[in-house]
């Protein structure tokens, strides 16, 4: 792939077990370290801690950090398919594009959370049919963008989240202009050799995509990650440009994150 693309540097504060007032705190205290990107995710409940502990929700917040924050893209890290018309949430996105001048990432996935499906009451179903359903709301987004008046104030940049050989990689190669996934190394290098399968055959440029791995920080296990230099390193060397440290509440600690902003530094310099 090519090595042109800079290194860029996300974070995804997890909007759970905190009050909405240091979530605030937490997207300004990033936009000021550096960051590229800051992200949510779209869920009801929070994913690791106390289950039934504080938690808000995804795309009201968004509009909230578009006024809050003046240059660092915004974005859900992912979006669950499953929770919204896409003709709604195309509107929706593009509502929050012009609200932020032109600073959405619009982050999507099929969903898999079984928690948030029950107690809202959307159907589960398998996770191959909830594939499908992606497949089919994404040109129903494309189309609406192209319907809607105003316009989105540019492109908005779809970004894919998953693994799936079969489906979700030929997705990203149709629809993608980033690929978000959890990858070491060597799972890293298999999924891109088959992203590349689907892109030839779909009659595009892997380079186009924008390679995205999450990193540092704690993920769902709850687990500590290693330094940037030893788990961006062999990342950066096959390809990912994007990088991005999860925190939660309710103190959203920046120490892990920085570390990796002053390693995009060094990397970009």
């Known amino acids: 792939m090519t090595l042109s693309r800079p290194v860029r ?14 979530i605030r705190d937490a997207v300004r205290r990033a936009e000021d370290l550096g960051v590229d990107v800051a992200f949510n995710w779209d869920h009801f409940y929070p994913l690791y801690g106390e289950p039934e502990g504080m938690h808000f929700e995804c795309w009201t917040m968004l509009s909230a950090w578009a ?10 890290l992912v979006t669950c398919n499953s929770y919204r018309n896409p003709d709604l949430l195309a509107d929706m996105a593009r509502t929050v594009d012009h609200i932020s ?8 996935g099929s969903g898999w959370f079984e928690k948030d499906y029950e107690s809202y009451g959307f159907e589960f179903g398998t996770a191959g049919g909830r594939l499908d359903d992606l497949a089919n ?62 892109c030839d055959s779909v009659g595009r ?22 330094e940037p230099e030893e ?22 600690d920046m120490s892990v994150l920085e570390k990796w902003i002053a390693w995009r530094d060094r990397v970009n310099s």
Not at 101 to 108: P, V
Not at 166 to 183: G, N
Not at 211 to 226: F, H, I, L, P
């Open 9 to 22: 540097i996300g974070v995804q504060l997890q909007p759970q077990h905190a009050p909405y007032s240091a």
């Open 67 to 76: 006024e809050q924050t003046s240059r660092v893209e915004i974005g859900a």
């Open 101 to 108: 001048d032109g600073r959405l990432i619009l982050g999507i």
């Open 137 to 198: 709301a994404l040109p129903r987004i494309e189309a609406r963008f192209e319907a809607l008046n105003p316009a989105p104030t540019r492109k908005i940049p779809v970004l894919i989240g998953g693994g799936g050989e079969k489906k979700t990689l030929r997705l990203v190669a149709q629809h993608a202009d980033i690929w978000h996934t959890f990858a070491d190394p060597e799972v890293l290098s298999h999924k891109l050799e088959v992203l590349r399968g689907h």
């Open 205 to 226: 440029d892997l380079n186009d995509i924008e390679v995205s791995v999450g990193v540092g920080g704690r993920g769902r296990d709850g687990g500590q990650a290693g």
């Open 231 to 252: 788990e961006g390193s062999p990342l950066l060397d096959l390809g990912a440009r994007l990088f991005t440290v999860g925190t939660g509440g309710p103190d959203y």
